[in-house]
């Protein structure tokens, strides 16, 4: 199994809303990642994962808030959202942190926050 | 800040002819990697080119790297309808070992059957 998986793949929320992204992976990777990207700009990492551990939070607001629950899965817990959060969420897993790693990436999940 | 800048933005060609897309960067790098991405969708992994290559291949993708003038080609070869999408190149820190991936702002290929 070489498929990292998001659910749900799209999600309308109010900025009152509390609402939460799921991310898989069965390749026993020990490495997963957020992204955030808006419309035709490239990616941009929010958090890094390492063997189910916080490894890098480049300044993301607290209103994104990352949860690792086991080494398969990769949740991402959105509360008080605002319209300019809208975008496309992907997420992506690579065998270890590091260099030489090749990462992975799920289809994303489209995020409209109203 | 974005370290990878592609060009051209966007590139429109016939199926079969050849599509080059350039990348540079400005600090230095452990490796270069380019990956596709169909419309709004997740990417896929093309190719890692090390700094210490100069030239890659897979199938009908060929990958240079020029450390000295800091830049990147990918070149697909008798392109297809199937190859419609947006490629970026993303670098990975030299003297880093977070594996933070920086991407470039993308080139949008359309292949016109």
């Known amino acids: 199994d070489t498929e990292v998986t998001q659910t749900p793949k799209h999600l309308v929320m109010g900025m009152t809303n509390k609402k939460s992204l799921k991310c898989e992976q069965h390749?026993?990777?020990?490495?997963m990642y957020w992204y955030k990207q808006k419309a035709k700009k490239p990616p941009e990492l929010m958090f890094v994962y390492s063997y189910e551990k916080l490894s890098i939070n480049e300044s993301v607001p607290s209103r994104f808030s990352p949860e690792c629950p086991n080494s398969s899965l990769l949740n991402l817990h959105l509360h008080a959202l605002q319209p300019e959060d809208s975008a496309l969420y992907l997420c992506?897993?690579?065998?270890?942190?590091?260099?030489?790693?090749?990462?992975?990436f799920g289809p994303g999940t489209r995020l409209t926050v109203l | 800040s974005q370290q990878g800048e592609e060009d051209p933005q966007a590139l429109s060609i016939q199926e079969g002819e050849n599509a080059t897309m350039n990348c540079s960067y400005k600090?230095?790098?452990?490796?270069l990697q380019w990956y596709r991405q169909n419309s709004g969708r997740g990417l896929v992994h093309l190719i890692l080119?090390?700094?210490?290559?100069r030239e890659k291949h897979s199938g009908r993708l060929r990958v240079t790297l020029d450390t000295s003038k800091k830049s990147s080609s990918l070149l697909i070869t008798a392109s297809r309808a199937a190859d419609t999408a947006s490629y970026f190149c993303?670098?990975?820190?030299?003297?880093?070992?977070?594996?933070?991936?920086?991407f470039g702002q993308g080139t949008t290929l359309q292949v016109k059957p």
């Open positions: 600090t230095s790098i452990n490796n």
């Open positions: 390749m026993g990777h020990r490495a």
């Open positions: 992506a897993s690579s065998q270890e942190q590091g260099v030489r790693n090749e990462q992975f």
């Open positions: 080119i090390r700094s210490n290559e």
């Open positions: 993303a670098t990975v820190h030299g003297s880093s070992n977070t594996g933070k991936l920086i």
